[in-house]
């Protein structure tokens, strides 16, 4: 659906509610009257509560009409996020119980009724909506990574896995690291919001993201930034997560709102392969970048449970490398990708972790794998960090992507890539090929990446609004906040944003 469909629907909408608002309810108990657009919000959110998220949807338009029509701008604003915040949560899950069974059938030729029940009822990801499930988007493909016989039926002649490969299988590989084989990059970074998608007033805040120095992308430069006069805070290149922000006035904007910006930087590849076991130092518990990776966060969540589980994969072991290690093979053997709802998963309440999320279903992507890896590393003390960006290995345009590091004393920031190690899986190939390239990820990084930051969730200045309907996990696209658009701006502007890469000398 177009903006202005979008925007004709809601407009109407608000018309039709705006001219009942003359009435007052009142409450049973206190006779005390309570406002139509309040009653509405309230209706919303137990309609949420009890996991009604369509229905939900419906009292918070209704409420925000109200508001809107009544002139309080504030509430008017809590319960238009509401409503963004309800259709995130339920739009990953478009497909019913017929639907879901007819795009399995359409994807995997041949595919029995009892193989798609068996999928539909045990292990296919679902949310409950006015008590019927509703089935996730990828139903179907989610179905062949779980299946790699099928998967590897239909990439047998699509997938250039000597490309994927060229660095893990390359003859002169280096045996010694860690940081070799730079390769330079120069681009463009581009978000281009249509004139007509912009809200006509109020001030529009944008985390434009950037590359950001590490261990292993170095000089990095960022030049001809566009509309400086709006930009309010950066460019941030070094620290946690690469930005800029801007704010940019509605009326200031005459045509489609463009920001670009010129990047440079130099990616290594990493070889970490020669690691001796008995020469990782101890760690220093008081330092404070031990205590920030060990922790807790919003979506790598440490909980009695993944303890448990950790300290069973490595049983007697207590040298963090070859933990670490033995981490790393446990979830490439154990959880076969799959696509996840991150849109639900980050607007969701009450909020579950993303490494929650996989450790319950066994579904998890490249963000819910690493997100995991990173949480049973910490459970056992082992600093751990779940990098967010783009890669570069799959093929020459960037593809968002996360992936894992873990720090050990005297070596620093080991990487692995568990979902690029697990693609092996996708093509039929010799086995000796597919171990050498997962044993290539397990400890070693290509240097086809551009990173954004160096842990998820990580921190900005100016911070996201806490009531911002804003997907906070990861900053591959702009995050971009405005209190005066009637539709859920940044969802429909992460179309509108792409980056642009190539090699040079």
């Not at 009892?114 to 089935?135: F, G, K, M, P």
Request: aromatic share 10%; net charge negative.
């Amino acid at each position: 659906m177009t903006h202005r469909a979008i925007t004709a629907i809601l407009v109407a909408s608000v018309l039709l509610l705006i001219a009942a608002a003359g009435c007052i309810a009142t409450t049973d108990e206190k006779n005390e009257p309570v406002a139509p657009a309040d009653e509405a919000y309230a209706r919303g959110l137990a309609e949420y509560g009890a996991g009604n998220y369509r229905v939900a949807e419906e009292r918070f338009a209704e409420a925000y009409a109200l508001y809107t029509g009544a002139g309080d701008a504030d509430k008017a604003l809590t319960a238009r996020n509401a409503i963004f915040r309800t259709n995130r949560t339920v739009m990953e899950y478009p497909l019913d119980r017929s639907a879901a069974e007819a795009a399995l059938r359409e994807r995997v030729p041949g595919i029995t009724d009892a193989a798609i029940a068996e999928w539909l009822d045990t292990r296919a990801q679902t949310i409950v909506s006015e008590n019927e499930t509703l089935y996730y988007l990828d139903v179907a493909g989610n179905y062949l990574y779980a299946h790699p016989d099928e998967m590897q039926k239909q990439t047998a002649s699509g997938v250039d896995f000597d490309y994927i490969g060229r660095y893990a299988w390359a003859e002169n590989r280096p045996e010694h690291g860690p940081y070799v084989n730079p390769v330079r990059y120069a681009g463009v970074e581009r978000l281009e919001i249509p004139h007509e998608a912009l809200p006509s007033t109020g001030i529009l805040k944008i985390w434009f993201p950037l590359p950001v120095e590490t261990e292993s992308q170095r000089n990095v430069t960022v030049t001809n930034l566009s509309a400086p006069d709006f930009i309010v805070a950066g460019p941030f290149t070094t620290g946690a997560i690469g930005y800029v922000y801007y704010e940019v006035p509605a009326d200031a904007v005459n045509g489609d709102l463009v920001i670009t910006a010129d990047i440079a930087f130099t990616s290594y590849e990493q070889i970490f392969e020669d690691i001796d076991p008995a020469l990782v130092g101890e760690y220093n518990t008081s330092d404070p970048e031990y205590l920030l990776y060990t922790k807790s966060e919003r979506n790598i969540e440490l909980t009695d449970a993944v303890r448990e589980k950790a300290r069973e994969i490595v049983g007697s072991e207590t040298n963090p490398h070859l933990q670490a290690q033995m981490i790393y093979y446990h979830i490439i053997e154990t959880y076969p990708y799959s696509h996840v709802p991150h849109g639900s998963l980050d607007a969701r309440e009450p909020k579950v972790a993303e490494s929650t999320y996989m450790f319950e279903t066994d579904h998890g992507d490249c963000g819910t794998q690493s997100l995991l890896f990173s949480a049973f590393c910490r459970s056992l003390g082992i600093p751990a960090r779940t990098l967010g960006g783009y890669q570069m290995i799959m093929a020459e345009t960037p593809g968002g992507h996360f992936w894992s590091e873990y720090y050990l004393p005297g070596y620093g920031w080991v990487p692995n890539d568990l979902t690029v190690a697990e693609a092996a899986d996708w093509v039929a190939m010799p086995d000796e090929k597919r171990t050498a390239f997962k044993d290539y990820y397990a400890a070693n990084l290509d240097p086809a990446r551009l990173v954004i930051q160096k842990n998820v969730d990580a921190p900005m200045d100016p911070a996201l609004p806490d009531d911002a309907v804003s997907f906070r996990v990861v900053r591959q696209s702009p995050a971009i906040v405005s209190d005066t658009a009637d539709y859920d701006i940044e969802l429909f502007c992460m179309g509108c944003f792409g980056i642009s890469l190539e090699t040079v000398d």
